[in-house]
């Protein structure tokens, strides 16, 4: 994946997209054994570092701040005992040494930023306080925040109706022109890849069966 480059993650219920996109920040299930090499350009450009290799304590400091990740179910992503605005402070004071102030009023500009309703009472609201589609705002701001190099979308807008579906989209399309950062979004919706990859990955059993642009696998696919 380039800098900058959109790549869809495409297949079938269990055809194993949500297991590639947790390998990177080594947070597939226990159990899962996770072979070969995930090779990332280390920040200052001098090389590349393979991230199964690294210990555990290394990963931490890459998770959030270099690679973020969006996950598939915002009804249950976040702690329901915490307010929102803490959830995404607690990011900010972690990855980014910020005092409560600071982070108080990143979190208010993130929340601004997308386009969460009435941004400064969500800051104290509590989860079960926002609709679906709010909280998956809020996930989005948490993994934002850090302004990593990489995000990795695990389908999310599947648990959200269409009409929200298509404003998350369009948010993730506006964040990602106003940034440099790279997108891998896992879909089995076809219909969505057109609006946010400039390349898309097809999985199937586990395995990339083909990959190309998006005009190359919706005009001449070679995958059932």
Known sequence: IAAGERVAL??????????????????E???AKVSGKILWNKKDGKGTVDL????????????????????????TSLNPVFTCGYQVMESLQLH???????????????????????????LDAYPHQLS???????????????NPRLLIADEPTTALDVTVQSTILKLMHDLKKESSMSMIFITHDLGVIAEVADKVAVMYKGKIVEQGTVEQIFSSPKHP
């Open 132 to 146: 679906g589609g709010q909280k998956q705002r809020v996930m989005i701001a948490m993994a934002m925040c850090c």
């Open 52 to 75: 199964l290799s690294l210990p555990i304590e290394a990963i931490r400091q890459i998770r959030g701040r270099e690679i973020a990740m969006v996950f598939q179910e915002p009804m």
């Open 29 to 31: 299930p226990e159990g």
């Open 10 to 27: 495409v297949g079938e219920s269990g055809s194993g997209k949500t297991l590639t996109a947790l390998a990177p920040l080594r947070l």
């Open 96 to 122: 980014k040494g910020l005092n409560k102030a600071e982070a108080r009023k990143q979190t208010l500009e993130l929340f601004k930023k997308v386009k969460l309703p009435d941004a400064e009472l969500k």
